[in-house]
């Protein structure tokens, strides 16, 4: 039997994971299961399956029914049986790599990880949309989170990771994509990266993501779903809502000063870019240079 592999997508909310996920799930031995934490226990109904477009339930959804919770995902693997690769979106590791109360042999997969993120001037306000983080608490939130990663990764899981920037998924999707079925040692198949919006794939999600990929895409053409989501040729673009507020960027550009080495330290570890990016002029009037690692 071919090695089967859970990859694990972990980093900071809201920085890309529900699109990488459909991204992935374009290749034919991948199967991108979403937030997969909502099938282990899925009778809650909090989230809604693309492929059968309701509450994910083992009443609702054909992939949670067929679940087993003490094996979950070699139960999965059993329902794909020609998947080798399961991508588990829940972005908290210890949901997919240890779970106290369930039995599953993890010696019968290999667990790899990517590293998902935003740079921080992009995803303090994108944090800041669904949460009430101010400035100082949301970028404390970002070093928290990629530093906690990291640890776990490196120290607690010692598991292969790639790390990945949102900037960098969007201006080349098939070429990350690419990269990663290498990673993983899978075949990749360029010409499926376009249908990336198209699944066959039960993907379980707890916002607006799954809906606006798969499931709704006919109020998403008329536009029902407000301008930002009405893509009438369906192409990947990079999120630049954080651009509009000149006074929210002056706040973070004052708080990424403030926080300056700690932040290029973790982006260095991450292996992106560093320094407020290039193309953003200084809200203050004066331009930032970038810095490039």
């Keep these: 039997m071919a090695q089967r592999t859970v990859l694990h997508v972990v980093g900071p909310a809201w920085s ?85 109360d369930d039995s599953e042999d993890r010696t019968l997969f290999q667990q790899k990880a990517i590293l998902l993120t935003k740079h921080p001037s992009q995803w303090v306000p994108s944090a800041m949309r669904h949460e009430n983080y101010s400035v100082e608490s949301a970028f404390k939130m970002w070093m928290y989170v990629v530093s906690d990663s990291l640890s776990q990764l490196v120290e607690s899981f010692r598991l292969p990771f790639l790390s990945l920037c949102y900037d960098d998924l969007v201006a080349d999707p098939a070429g990350a994509v690419s990269r990663i079925c290498q990673f993983l040692n899978v075949g990749y198949d360029p010409q499926r990266v376009p249908r990336w919006y198209q699944t066959e794939t039960c993907i379980a999600g707890g916002n607006m993501a799954v809906y606006l990929q798969f499931a709704d895409q006919a109020r998403l053409q008329a536009g029902e779903l407000g301008d930002w989501y009405r893509d009438l040729d369906r192409m990947i673009r990079r999120d630049d809502r954080w651009l509009a507020d000149p006074a929210l960027r002056l706040q973070c550009l004052a708080m990424w000063q403030r926080h300056e080495p700690r932040l290029t330290e973790l982006m260095r570890r991450l292996g992106h870019r560093t320094g407020w990016p290039a193309e953003t002029p200084d809200p203050a009037g004066s331009p930032v240079p970038e810095e490039t690692s």
């Design 16 to 100: 890309g994971s529900s699109l990488l996920n459909a991204l992935l799930n374009t290749q034919p031995e991948i199967a991108g299961l979403g937030e997969a934490h909502h099938f282990r226990d899925p009778d809650h109904g909090v989230a809604s399956c693309s492929n059968c477009r309701q509450p994910v339930t083992r009443a609702t959804c054909r992939l949670a029914a067929r679940i087993d919770p003490d094996r979950f995902y070699g139960s999965i693997f059993d329902a794909l049986p020609e998947k080798r690769v399961l991508v588990d979106a829940s972005k908290a590791l210890h949901l997919g790599v240890q779970v106290a």
